[in-house]
């Protein structure tokens, strides 16, 4: 008996419990719930421009194609603006021509689990629609990323150099 079952696998004629051309071991259903294409991890969408009003606009729409095209919005978040002066020198000269104070505003879209085949058409519906003076890019989402996106709190920050100056004063005596 367990000759015929030796040849019969040796043969191929031998029906496994499993045919998916997997594992013998792995159930059918472990294939089916890998992704089809390939998938990015998160990725920060970051715009940066001149115009509030405009940048605000543009985020929103970012938000619409994402939703449209089913694609898994995480969060979006405002980073604080950052204040520029900028000055215009006269030919050949020290002597200020113009001066002008500029605001960059910056907003960010971040985006989960975005297939392979999706990512060109999407960044090419938000290229095709960007507007002037503001800026696009991607990046992937990274812990430097994570922490220049809160405002540290100065209080709390000179509390714990308090108590390491405490500690360590005390770890002297």
């Known amino acids: 008996m367990l000759f015929r079952i030796c040849r019969r696998l040796a043969a191929g004629r031998c029906i496994r419990p499993f045919s998916s051309g997997g594992s013998m071991y792995e159930p059918d259903y472990l294939e089916k719930l890998r992704p089809k294409y390939p998938v990015y991890n998160t990725l920060n969408f970051t715009i940066k421009g001149y115009d509030y009003p405009i940048l605000e606009s543009y985020q929103k729409f970012i938000y619409n194609v994402a939703d449209t095209m089913d694609l898994d919005t995480v969060d979006s978040w405002a980073q604080p603006p950052r204040k520029l002066n900028v000055q215009k020198f006269k030919p050949a000269s020290a002597i200020i021509e113009s001066e002008y104070k500029l605001t960059v505003y910056e907003r960010n879209v971040q985006i ?31 812990s430097e ?28 005596k």
């Open 112 to 142: 989960a689990s975005l297939q392979a085949p999706l990512y060109p058409m999407f960044v090419r519906i938000l290229q095709e629609a960007l507007p002037e003076g503001v800026t696009l890019s991607v990046s992937e989402h990274t």
């Open 145 to 172: 990323v994570e922490d220049a996106r809160f405002v540290p709190d100065r209080d709390l920050l000179d509390l714990k150099q308090k108590l390491g100056e405490i500690t360590s004063s005390r770890d002297k």
